[in-house]
């Protein structure tokens, strides 16, 4: 009895067993998710973590500083001539740079002294030639016989001054006009004699009986320009005039050896570039901006894109319009203006000869920049200072080691330099970097911002070094 009554309670058992696993069997998509662990929620792609988001600042070491050649100055507020940009050429001044040799008489050249490119000073020989003027040769005759006239007649008054008596004293009266007529004659003979290329020495050889037969050009004397910076430099030092530069360079030549020339033609064509002039053309719609330029005095920016290192000093002086053209050029519709230009030079001696090297030559291309606009109030920053990125431009403040990118709005930019306006978001004492913006930006997109291994930033932006580094 006792064994059945074991028997039917391992059957209720385990009847409740089977009934309580496929209880949970059926239920188990309810219990289960309670037994396993809970998954990380999924980060949006749409925010990024803030590990992702770049900083504005950039830390350097000194090192790199230095690497990249960044310098920083005080941001001040300044004022900015707004421009318009004309081209320009340097010319030859008319009436000052180039100047003409012509014959004096008919003749044949003989002897060419000098060739084009050489520097000349005044008083060198250009030219031999022999004469074949009827004109000349009869003013040297009728010089001579002047002045071997006057000696008779002075010979005659000497007898009449000795005899005495009122006859006498009538004759003297009358030699007397004649040695006058004759002195006049003289003077005129010797004037035009002078006027033909004869230096004061052949016509005196001349009234002595010694004729000219080869007539030597020389180089005219120097331009009242030249001399008035000979008298500057004299009295720069102490008194002592300086040896004299070279006045001409000859720049083209008109005749060839044995050629017969007249009266008047031209030999060779001198040239001075002292004195210059910057022609620059502007379009029909530009005329009130120059007329107002003009009328305000403002000064015109100069550009002559000279190469780093070229030696010649900085240009102090202003540049001014002094005549504007009243017609406009009907092929290229543009209307011309001239600035005056005072040019410098160099002498340069090799073998003997000397040559002049100007700095400034007709012909160069420049740039002129036209004041249109005053802007007051305003940052004015070199061209690698600013940094742009589609809409958006950007400076970098400095504080020792960091540097931070700050926005700023583009008032005007050139090929130099970007004006900025001062919307007052700089404190005052801010240093702004005046290059290297587009390495320290793609520094910045790269996540170069952080500190550099073995090294601490202090709160003034500084960076040192750990102190247990390399122990």
């Known amino acids: 009895m006792k064994a059945v009554v074991r028997v039917v309670k391992y059957a209720l058992l385990f009847a409740a067993m089977a009934g309580l696993g496929g209880a949970g069997y059926l239920t188990r998509d309810r219990w289960m998710p309670w037994l396993q662990p809970a998954k990380p929620a999924e980060s949006s792609s749409s925010e990024p973590s803030p590990a992702a988001t770049p900083s504005a600042k950039v830390i350097l070491t000194d090192k790199a500083i230095e690497n990249l050649r960044l310098t ?15 081209s320009g050429m340097v010319v030859d001044r008319p009436g000052y740079s180039d100047r003409g040799v012509v014959a004096p008489v008919a003749g044949v050249v003989t002897a060419i002294h000098r060739f084009p490119g050489e520097s000349v000073r005044s008083g060198d020989p250009l030219f031999t030639f022999k004469p074949l003027s009827e004109p000349l040769h009869q003013a040297q005759t009728e010089l001579l016989k002047a002045v071997q006239d006057i000696k008779p007649a002075q010979a005659k ?21 004649q040695i006058k007529r004759l002195e006049i004659a003289v003077r005129a003979y010797r004037e035009e004699l ?20 080869e007539i030597v050009i020389a180089v005219p004397p120097r331009p009242a320009a030249d001399k008035l910076l000979v008298t500057v430099a004299a009295s720069a030092t102490g008194g002592a005039v300086p040896q004299p530069s070279p006045s001409f360079e000859i720049q083209e030549l008109k005749v060839e050896l044995g050629q017969q020339v007249q009266p008047g033609q031209t030999l060779s064509i001198l040239a001075n570039h002292q004195m210059l002039g910057i022609e620059g053309r502007a379009f029909r719609d530009e005329t009130p901006l120059l007329e107002r330029a003009v009328k305000e005095g403002w000064p015109v920016e100069v550009d002559f894109q000279e190469p780093e290192g070229s030696g010649w000093k900085a240009i102090t002086e202003p540049f001014y319009i002094r005549h504007l053209a009243n017609t406009i050029d009907p092929v290229n519709r543009t209307f011309a203006f001239l600035l005056p230009l005072d040019n410098e030079s160099r002498v340069v001696e090799r073998n003997g000869t000397v040559q002049l090297l100007w700095r400034f030559r007709p012909g160069q291309r420049v740039r002129l920049h036209v004041r249109i606009e005053k802007l007051e109030n305003v940052f004015v920053l070199p061209g690698e200072a600013v940094i742009r990125e589609g809409p958006e431009a950007f400076v970098f403040t400095q504080n020792v080691n960091a540097f931070e990118r700050v926005p700023v709005r583009v008032l005007l930019q050139d090929r130099q330099r970007v ?16 290059n290297a913006a587009a390495q320290m930006n793609r ?26 580094e390399g122990k």
């Open 157 to 177: 008054r000497k007898r009449l001054e000795a005899a005495g008596g009122g006859i006498a004293g009538e004759q003297i009266i009358e030699v007397d006009n």
């Open 72 to 86: 920083s100055a005080l941001l001040k507020a300044d004022t900015f001539w707004k421009t318009i940009q004309v």
């Open 419 to 434: 004006v900025i306006a001062n919307d007052g978001e700089f404190p005052v004492g801010v240093y702004v970097a005046q």
């Open 194 to 213: 002078r006027t033909r290329g004869l230096s004061p020495a052949q016509i005196d050889g001349v009234a002595e009986g010694t004729f000219v037969t």
């Open 443 to 468: 520094m910045l997109k790269a996540q170069s911002n952080t500190v550099p291994k073995g090294y601490h930033i202090h709160a003034d932006g500084s960076l040192h070094k750990n102190e247990d």
